[in-house]
């Protein structure tokens, strides 16, 4: 049987989802609330402590990149009897305050919640203000309000559909293909001074949405046009002449991972 | 000439906006940042260094408490040539990143942020959800999403107009009146998960604002009926006949202060 968990967790407080020896990440402060809670259940019931979980996470997240919803699959060691609700509420006292589980359920062992995902879904937060961020300090990227929202939103329907990302990932990565599919690509007025730009596909390259979010706002600030960024989307243009930023990884959000 | 400033503060990194010896405050981190620049003005034009400067505030707000725009004021030093622009500037820099300035005026001599002020409003946040928040750790009250949201919103109307609040404020304040004027109470669903209470009023008593929510999320758990907060609003049952917990600190913004 295997357990899935919906977890939320504030990226500054990690260096990332992903295990790194002597780093606190997101999977290893998981790993080991799991290992408390199990070698704690095992001890109850007078059993030798076998316990070392392993979780598997839909995807990776940068160091400083939040989630809403990040998914996670492991084995449930078939011989410890605890209900869903248990678990989740013993994991939500063991984790730190940066991590709460909001939703677990148990499924049969074909699941795991990399090789399952479908689609995933991801949001950036952005802020039209001059001066520093207070009450968002770490969950938005602070741009001009002067910006200028209409072409941003023109550039943004570009991605949508079948790309070759080569211009818009990071190049410390070793790919097969920097061929993706977006589905969609959509930045949202929420208010005076807030945009959201939502992006949702099967597979993402290392930090392609933060790419994608940095040539959008390069646009509204003039220094690139819809045009430049259609050219660096068909590869007409390369990486080396038309700069693109990369948007800072704390105004990233895990929306959602779907599964059929 | 006064300068007029309207600040943003996340409420949980001081203790409160009045100057308490020996602690972390929002008006001593001010006063603070005011000196370091005015001293190092006076010190680039080689004249003695008189500074010590004092702000007033709108109001208090308790630890904890946040603020969007707070008013605070304070005598220009005559003999200083600053623009409004760079003393924004220069403060932001300085201010640690809890505080940061949003917009600077130069007024005449008789605006006071206290004793010019008018209407006040304030928000709180409130968060329908089951598990510890994450993203909004310290900004937000977490209540069951079983609440009624539909008793809540009549309750809230209760609170407008002129009223006794003995039930609703601190006792430990010493007060000529308890009777205030509200000239708004309202509770909004923002979207499935969040509710946010906009209560507006010349002046507010100490508490007043976390208790009178406090009453609300107890009528939306069943635990009051709007008509008993009819009853604490008219002084037919006392504090000691029904109780009432005042809400969190961390879940309430300063939101606006209104000048003539």
């Known amino acids: 049987m295997k357990a899935k968990l919906i977890l939320e967790y504030r990226g500054d407080d ?35 402590d076998p316990i070392t979980v392993s979780v598997s996470g839909s995807g990776r997240t940068d ?29 939500n006292g063991i984790l730190p305050p940066g991590i709460a589980i909001r939703s677990t359920t148990f499924l049969d062992d074909n699941f795991d919640a990399r090789r399952s995902a479908n689609d995933k879904c991801y949001r950036y937060n952005i802020l039209l203000r001059k001066t520093k961020p207070v009450l968002d300090f770490n969950r938005a990227w602070c741009v001009s309000p002067k910006i200028d929202i209409g072409s941003m939103i023109k ?39 807030e945009l959201q730009y939502f992006v949702c596909g099967q597979g993402f390259l290392k930090q392609m949405v933060r790419r994608i979010v940095g040539a959008l706002v390069a ?11 259609h050219d660096l989307l068909t590869l007409n243009k390369s990486r080396a002449q038309l700069h693109i930023e990369t948007a800072p990884a704390y ?3 895990l929306k959602e991972v779907f599964y059929t």
């Not at 990040?70 to 989740?88: C, G, K, Y």
């Not at 589905?183 to 208010?191: D, F, Q, Y």
């Open 251 to 253: 105004g990233l959000y």
């Open 155 to 193: 550039a943004a329907q570009l991605f949508v559909g079948e790309h070759d990302f080569e211009n818009f990932h990071a190049l410390d990565t070793d790919v097969k293909t920097s061929v993706r599919i977006i589905s969609r690509s959509e930045l949202c007025r929420i208010s005076q001074c």
């Open 14 to 48: 990690y260096c990332g989802f992903q295990n790194q020896p002597g780093l606190s990440t997101v999977q290893g402060e998981l790993e080991n609330a799991l290992k408390i809670l199990f070698s704690g259940e095992y001890k109850k019931s007078g059993k030798l």
């Open 63 to 91: 160091s400083g990149v939040h989630a809403l919803a990040q998914v996670v699959s492991f084995i449930m060691p078939a011989d410890l009897e605890i209900p869903p609700t248990r678990l989740q509420s013993a994991l």
């Open 219 to 229: 646009v509204g600030e003039g220094k690139l046009t819809p045009s430049d960024v």
